[in-house]
């Protein structure tokens, strides 16, 4: 049963905008925070943005200011809208879902997720 779908990954020159969808199971969009990590090839994956029940949002520093997280709750689904594209910003994009952590910085421990997506390829170029 696939519980995190996400959508919106694509090709885009620098300066750019993309809109990432995450669509979730009722149960998993249920648990604590949601939350946006991506991974780059050769590289670890790292935090881009999270959002918990409150709807409090937290982000990485190489993404605050240019990337949103937000949420509907009637339809279960996440969102990362990424503005002002840079090349280092290519990567694969996942969502994932906790239950362990309800902060604002939840994106830092990335441990603490458990359920995730597939993921969608995100390619900046210059």
């Known amino acids: 049963q696939v519980q995190l779908l996400e959508s919106g990954g694509g090709s885009v020159q620098a300066g750019g905008s993309l809109r990432l969808s995450c669509a979730a199971s009722k149960y998993t969009y249920s648990r604590y925070t949601m939350g946006w990590f991506r991974q780059a090839p050769g590289k670890e994956r790292e935090g881009v943005a999270s959002?918990?029940?409150?709807?409090?949002?937290g982000y990485a520093d190489s993404v605050k200011g240019r990337f949103t997280i937000s949420q509907d709750n009637a339809k279960n689904t996440l969102y990362l809208q990424m503005n002002s594209l840079k090349p280092e910003d290519t990567a694969m994009y996942y969502c994932a879902s906790s239950a362990a952590c309800s902060g604002d910085g939840c994106h830092r421990h990335i441990s603490l997720f458990d359920l995730w997506g597939q993921g969608t390829q995100v390619t900046v170029s210059s």
């Open positions: 959002i918990n029940k409150l709807g409090t949002p």
